[in-house]
C-alpha cells in the first residue's frame, strides 16, 4: 500500500444507531511495498525512525485510565468484566510493566465512565473466549472480534468499527505477494480460530502454521521460518512501527469486517446500556480521541 492514503467514513450501525469511524484503504499499489502508510505519523514505514517507534511503544491510554485486571475476576453488581486476548496489540495487550493497554481497553473503560461502572479486565485465550463467555466467567468480550455469521449463532454483537485483514511479509522479502491468492504454495502463519484462518483456507493450497498468539507468528516470520503472516491491519500496521525495517504490508487491505463487543443472547439490559454509552462517547468526541491516539487521524 506505498503511497495510500486512508479516509475517515461515518456509518451509522443498525444497532443503537452508532456512529463509527471507518478506515478504508485507497490509492495504487506499486512495486512491492517497501514502504507503507505509518498510523501514527503518516510517514513511510521505511522511513520510520527509532525514537518514532520508541514513542509509539510508550503510549499508555487515551483517556488517561489505569485499566485494572485481574485474571480471577467473576461478574458481580455495580461492574462490567470483561474478557479479551491481551496479546494483539495495539487492540489490546499487556505491557512489560504488566498494564492492559490499547484501543479495546480504552474503549471499554470509555463505556464504563459513561455508565457509572467499574470494569475489569479478565486475560483469556483467544480459542476459549466464546465458550468462556457462554459460562458466565465474564460480561463482556472486547477483544476486536469480528463479526460472522458464525460467532452471531452463539452470541450477539455490538459493533463499534470495521477494519481489513493484511499480508505481512518481511521489510526486505522479494517474493511477489501482493493478494491473498498470491500465498498458494506459501508458508502462512495465523492465530488459530480467527477470521485470517478462514480467509486463507477459503483460498487453498496454502500451508497455514497455526499459532496460539500473533507474536508467535510474526516472530517465526522474522526469523524465516514462514513466509508471511495474515493480521488484521491495526495489528500489522503497529508491528512495522514498533519494528521499523522489520516488517512490512504486502498489497492491500482486504476482507474488511466489522468488530464488535460480544454479549450472550439473552444479556438485553446490558447490550442497550453498552449500545446507548456508544452513541455518547462517539458524539462527545471520545471515541474519535481514541481511535486517532492509537491508530493515527485519518485525512479528510
Same mark, same amino acid.
Given at each position: 500500500?506505498?503511497?495510500?492514503?486512508?479516509?475517515?467514513?461515518?456509518?451509522?450501525?443498525?444497532?443503537?444507531?452508532?456512529?463509527?469511524?471507518?478506515?478504508?484503504?485507497? %490509492?495504487?499499489? !506499486?512495486?512491492?511495498?517497501?514502504?507503507?502508510?505509518?498510523?501514527?505519523?503518516?510517514?513511510?514505514? %521505511? $522511513?520510520?525512525?527509532?525514537?518514532?517507534?520508541?514513542?509509539?511503544?510508550?503510549?499508555?491510554?487515551?483517556?488517561? @485510565?489505569?485499566?485494572?485486571?485481574?485474571?480471577?475476576?467473576?461478574?458481580?453488581? %455495580?461492574?462490567?468484566?470483561?474478557?479479551?486476548?491481551?496479546?494483539?496489540?495495539? &487492540?489490546?495487550?499487556?505491557?512489560?510493566?504488566?498494564?492492559?493497554?490499547?484501543?479495546?481497553?480504552?474503549?471499554?473503560?470509555?463505556?464504563?465512565?459513561?455508565?457509572?461502572?467499574?470494569? =475489569?479486565?479478565?486475560?483469556?485465550?483467544?480459542?476459549?473466549?466464546?465458550?468462556?463467555? +457462554?459460562?458466565?466467567?465474564?460480561?463482556?468480550?472486547?477483544?476486536?472480534? $469480528?463479526? /460472522?455469521? +458464525?460467532?452471531?449463532?452463539?452470541?450477539?454483537?455490538?459493533?463499534?468499527?470495521?477494519?481489513?485483514?493484511?499480508?505481512? !511479509?518481511?521489510?526486505?522479502?522479494?517474493?511477489?505477494?501482493? /493478494?491473498?491468492?498470491?500465498?498458494?504454495?506459501? #508458508?502462512?502463519? @495465523?492465530?488459530?480460530?480467527?477470521?485470517?484462518? &478462514?480467509?486463507?483456507?477459503?483460498?487453498?493450497?496454502?500451508?497455514?502454521?497455526?499459532?496460539?498468539?500473533?507474536? &508467535?507468528?510474526?516472530?517465526?516470520?522474522?526469523?524465516?521460518? =514462514?513466509?508471511?503472516?495474515?493480521?488484521?491491519?491495526?495489528?500489522?500496521?503497529?508491528?512495522?512501527?514498533? &519494528?521499523?525495517? @522489520?516488517?512490512?504490508?504486502?498489497? #492491500?487491505?482486504?476482507?474488511?469486517?466489522?468488530?464488535?463487543?460480544?454479549?450472550?443472547? $439473552?444479556?438485553?439490559?446490558?447490550?442497550? +446500556?453498552?449500545?446507548?454509552?456508544?452513541?455518547?462517547?462517539?458524539?462527545?468526541? /471520545?471515541?474519535?480521541? =481514541?481511535?486517532?491516539?492509537?491508530?493515527?487521524?485519518?485525512?479528510?
Amino acid at each position: 500500500m506505498k503511497s495510500m492514503k486512508k479516509k475517515a467514513i461515518f456509518s451509522t450501525f443498525a444497532m443503537g444507531g452508532v456512529a463509527v469511524l471507518l478506515v478504508a484503504g485507497c %490509492g495504487a499499489n !506499486t512495486g512491492n511495498n517497501a514502504a507503507s502508510a505509518n498510523p501514527t505519523t503518516g510517514q513511510s514505514a %521505511g $522511513n520510520t525512525t527509532a525514537s518514532q517507534a520508541a514513542a509509539f511503544n510508550a503510549k499508555t491510554s487515551a483517556i488517561h @485510565v489505569m485499566a485494572q485486571t485481574n485474571p480471577n475476576a467473576e461478574p458481580q453488581a %455495580g461492574t462490567i468484566v470483561i474478557g479479551t486476548d491481551d496479546t494483539y496489540p495495539p &487492540d489490546e495487550y499487556t505491557n512489560a510493566g504488566g498494564q492492559i493497554l490499547g484501543f479495546d481497553v480504552d474503549l471499554g473503560d470509555a463505556l464504563g465512565q459513561v455508565l457509572h461502572k467499574k470494569v =475489569i479486565w479478565k486475560p483469556t485465550a483467544w480459542d476459549g473466549i466464546i465458550p468462556g463467555l +457462554q459460562a458466565n466467567k465474564y460480561d463482556a468480550i472486547i477483544s476486536f472480534m $469480528n463479526v /460472522t455469521p +458464525q460467532r452471531e449463532k452463539q452470541i450477539q454483537f455490538i459493533p463499534y468499527g470495521t477494519f481489513g485483514q493484511v499480508i505481512v !511479509t518481511k521489510a526486505n522479502s522479494t517474493e511477489n505477494i501482493k /493478494t491473498i491468492n498470491d500465498l498458494k504454495g506459501k #508458508k502462512v502463519g @495465523v492465530q488459530i480460530g480467527t477470521t485470517s484462518e &478462514d480467509a486463507l483456507k477459503t483460498v487453498g493450497g496454502v500451508n497455514i502454521k497455526e499459532y496460539n498468539t500473533f507474536p &508467535d507468528a510474526l516472530n517465526d516470520l522474522a526469523n524465516g521460518r =514462514i513466509n508471511a503472516v495474515v493480521v488484521d491491519e491495526s495489528v500489522g500496521r503497529y508491528y512495522m512501527t514498533k &519494528d521499523p525495517g @522489520v516488517f512490512k504490508i504486502a498489497g #492491500k487491505p482486504f476482507l474488511s469486517e466489522p468488530v464488535g463487543i460480544g454479549l450472550r443472547k $439473552n444479556e438485553t439490559k446490558l447490550a442497550k +446500556q453498552l449500545t446507548q454509552a456508544l452513541n455518547t462517547i462517539e458524539k462527545n468526541g /471520545t471515541y474519535n480521541k =481514541i481511535y486517532t491516539y492509537w491508530f493515527g487521524a485519518p485525512s479528510k
